[in-house]
């Protein structure tokens, strides 16, 4: 548990997390004109609107676990020492604050 607290493990999270809420945002966006028109009475518009909106969510929910599963990690396995650089401090914080880690023995 002590090791989801590492920052290069936070900021995978950050993004991942980020990536999903973006996502569930989209998805929701994508379904009010069905509700709109469903409510307007407009049933025939409401039916190929939740259509569209089923479709739409389904590319953005795709799109999000390519996202998470696929070019996340090649972005921080590629840019490793990029990441590094720009939380090393907090990188030795934490290296300084559990020794005994097993991320902790990673770090030079």
Not at 8 to 36: D, E, K, N, Q, Y
Not at 54 to 61: D, E, K, L, P
Not at 67 to 81: A, G, I, Q, T, V
Request: net charge negative.
């Amino acid at each position: 548990i002590i090791g989801a607290t590492h920052p290069m493990v936070m900021f995978g999270i950050r993004c991942s997390t980020g990536a999903w809420v973006t996502a569930f945002f989209l998805s929701g966006v994508l379904c009010i004109p069905s509700g709109i028109y469903n409510q307007l009475g407009n049933v025939d518009n409401a039916v190929s609107a939740m259509k569209l909106g089923a479709i739409g969510s389904t590319v953005v929910i795709v799109s999000a676990l390519v996202f998470s599963f696929s070019c996340l990690p090649w972005y921080m396995n590629k840019y490793e020492d990029a990441i590094f650089d720009r939380y090393e401090t907090e990188i030795m914080e934490w290296k300084d604050a559990h020794p005994d880690e097993e991320l902790a023995k990673l770090v030079k």
